[in-house]
Antibody, heavy 117, light 109 residues
């Protein structure tokens, strides 16, 4: 059974880069499917950030594309997220998930990232 | 592209049925049969309840059903149970983009 776990700093300063890693267990990233990042500001709805395929092919939310970098490390079965030039509006719970068959079918537990000085 | 439009709230009594709508455009909901619905309880990660408009993943009760007409998708929960009280989000593939609805808080009275 696939399991996903987000990790990274819980506090990031404004204008700096948010860096998170999603570690996948029980399933090889190289097996296929897309892998994605979704966030949820406190008390608000879900917002898709972007997806990556095991070969590195990515697609991201257009309004975030200039600040988002998603990569994949098949040797560690991980796919990191970097979001640059953060502001308070980037404060959210960040989830990683598997995107299979045009749906997010397995999710991590989420990690809260707060942007504050 | 804007988020998909959902009503902020819905409610029903135990045993009743409730339907939640999700309105998009011909570029997302209306253009692809890739609408999914997610249930989220407080403090928990979302869980997929419906995918490809009307398919249920293994383990999801058949009380949950989905449909689509034009640019509007719908989630129906029949025979409401107290554990169905949660936030529900629709999502649609939109050609190298993925949209979510704003969410609907379902209250079981």
């Amino acid at each position: 059974q696939v399991h996903l776990q987000e990790s990274g700093p819980g506090l990031v300063k404004p204008s700096e880069t948010l860096s998170l890693t999603c570690t996948v267990s029980g399933y090889s990233i190289s097996s296929g499917d897309y892998w994605g990042w979704i966030r949820q500001p406190p008390g608000k709805g879900l917002e898709w950030i972007g997806n990556i395929y095991h070969n590195g092919n990515t697609f991201c939310k257009p309004s975030l594309k200039s600040r988002v970098t998603i990569s994949v490390d098949t040797s560690k079965n991980q796919f990191p997220l970097k979001l640059s030039s953060v502001t308070a509006a980037d404060t959210a719970v960040y989830y990683c998930a598997r995107y299979s068959g045009y749906r997010f079918d397995s999710w991590g537990q989420g990690t809260l990232v707060t942007v504050s000085s | 592209q804007s988020a998909l439009t959902q009503p902020p709230s819905a409610s029903g009594s135990p045993g009743q049925s409730v339907t939640i709508s999700c309105t998009g455009t011909s570029s997302d909901v209306g253009g692809y049969n890739y609408v999914s619905w997610y249930q989220q309880h407080p403090g928990k990660a979302p869980k997929v309840m419906i995918y490809e408009v009307s398919k249920r993943p293994s383990g999801v009760p058949d009380r949950f059903s989905g449909s689509k007409s034009g640019n509007t998708a719908s989630l129906t929960v029949s025979g409401l149970q107290t554990e169905d009280e949660a936030d529900y989000y629709c999502s649609s593939y939109a050609g190298s983009n993925i949209l979510f609805g704003g969410g609907t808080k379902l209250t079981v009275l």
